[in-house]
């Protein structure tokens, strides 16, 4: 009876770990390189409001944690670079668009960032 329990836990943990699949941490702060920390400073600046970027906490949008590490958008969309950039210009959804706020260089600074994360 003994054994029997012991090996019903160890499946049972087993079977907990193997479901278990994290995510790499996003890069510390103090490794990132220049354009990500710029990106950085730009997203604290445009996007902090709605969307947290080094947790999972939901703001008014979706987290950003680990969004390039996922292979879709909350919205369904490919998580790519241009889909990403088109949803920062155009909006969607809730989403305002924010072509009119960002310029190129800070768009290309906020997705260097977000592939830390």
Not at 1 to 15: D, E, G, K, N, P
Not at 49 to 73: E, I, Q
Not at 101 to 108: E, H, I, K, R, S
Request: charged content about 15%; proline content about 8%.
């Amino acid at each position: 009876m003994r054994v029997f329990v012991r090996l019903a836990a160890l499946a049972a943990f087993a079977m907990l770990t193997a479901g278990c699949k994290h995510a790499a941490p996003p890069t510390p702060l103090d490794q990132l390189n220049a354009q990500q920390m710029s990106g950085h400073a730009v997203f604290q600046a445009r996007c902090a409001t709605c969307h947290a970027d080094r947790t999972d906490a939901k703001l008014h949008g979706p987290p950003l944690l680990g969004v390039f590490k996922k292979p879709y958008l909350p919205s369904g969309a490919p998580a790519n670079d241009d889909r990403v950039t088109d949803t920062i210009l155009h909006g969607h959804g809730l989403m305002p668009a924010m072509g009119n706020t960002m310029d190129q260089q800070d768009v290309n600074d906020v997705l260097a960032y977000l592939h830390t994360l």
